[in-house]
């Protein structure tokens, strides 16, 4: 069963308020990712953990802190946010050089 | 660096009829490739894979066969259905085996 599951499915924010997504698999995969995607576009590539450290951030601006507390877990914790970050964000996994799974999103609305 | 091209939307058809959505790449080595799907409101699923050259990935009767000689990935399928309406997206995995490499996207609109 190759499952990613993503919360919550929507979330509305202030762009002064605190708020996480949260992402979970239970595949054994050892990579995980987080991708952000506009509407009409690919997904863009966000973050990669491998073995629950960072080991690729695509140049990310700092209000989006990503955090992997264990193998099966990945946040991202959302901070001070501008409309234009409204986006849906998708958490992935794989295990190392295999193929990526993707989660159903969350979709996130800056206000 | 890798770059994954696809032919640009909408793809407009009726039910039953055949559908090709073209894919080719430019990438060193030898990539993994993939088509996703995406349902209107929903992430991305694999539709189908294809991991070294003249593998033919087959999944819900599309298929894409990997050709290297010509650094493509065509999808097709024979007879489409209205459920078949999605977003299509061609990509490889390179070298460092943990990236994804996204063509454009292809809408695809079915009519009954």
Known sequence: DTEVTQTPKHLVMGMTNKKSLKCEQHMGHRAMYWYKQKAKKPPELMFVYSYEKLSINESVPSRFSPECPNSSLLNLHLHALQPEDSALYLCASSQAGNTIYFGEGSWLTVV | GDSVTQMEGPVTLSEEAFLTINCTYTATGYPSLFWYVQYPGEGLQLLLKATKADDKGSNK???????????????????VQVSDSAVYFCALNGNAGNMLTFGGGTRLMVKP
């Open chain 2, 61 to 79: 009767g599309f298929e894409a066969t990997y050709r290297k000689e010509t650094t493509s990935f065509h999808l097709e399928k024979g007879s």
